[in-house]
């Protein structure tokens, strides 16, 4: 997983988690991006000092890539990563960042995410009204699952209404 820190427009900036640099740059090019905060998809990546997994914990410190342009010379151009960046020394303040507490942290939430998804009702596309609904003290509660868009996340956000996006990805149901 590579953590990315990005900004949107009106400077909110907020952290989102992808399998991959391709991944990222996959939904950015497809308009699936956008502020958590204000709903904008004016969103830029900041420089970012996580990367879990991937080629950077590999050990790969650069990408080669064959060099083009005039001027170039005949080698291969050797291009850094984000992510690959050297993090300055910690500070008395700040500890150090250890990758195995994090992986097992990261382990530790999926398996629990996984646990609730499996005793919660899967609702589909029906989230947000049965969300209310159980709010609202129309039916009784119950844990439940599904999916809605982000302007309807934000209505509910805004009502009061007790919920809250999947930190890991799941499989999706055609079943509710």
């Known amino acids: 997983m590579i ?4 900004k949107c427009g009106a400077q909110h900036v907020f952290e989102a988690w992808f399998g991959s640099s ?9 308009g699936l991006i956008a502020c958590p905060l204000c709903d904008s998809p004016e969103v830029e990546r900041l420089p970012s000092r996580l990367a879990i997994g991937g080629m950077a914990a590999a050990g790969a410190h650069a990408e080669e890539s064959p060099s083009t342009g005039p001027g170039s010379g005949s080698g291969n151009v050797r291009q850094r990563r984000d992510s690959e960046r050297p993090l300055p020394p910690p500070s008395a ?10 992986k097992k942290a990261l382990t530790a939430m999926a398996k629990a995410q996984a646990e609730a998804v499996a005793k919660s009702d899967y609702v589909g596309g029906k989230f947000a009204e049965e969300a209310r609904a159980m709010y609202y003290g129309e039916q ?5 699952y599904g999916e809605t868009d982000r302007k309807e996340a934000r209505a ?3 009502e009061g209404v007790p919920a809250m996006p999947l930190l890991f990805p799941v499989k999706r149901r055609s079943d509710a």
């Open 93 to 102: 303040d700040q500890p150090s960042f250890d990758a195995e507490k994090a």
């Open 3 to 6: 953590v990315y820190d990005l």
């Open 140 to 144: 009784a509660a119950r844990p439940i």
């Open 22 to 30: 391709s991944d990222y740059e996959s939904q950015r090019e497809r």
């Open 156 to 158: 509910l956000y805004e």
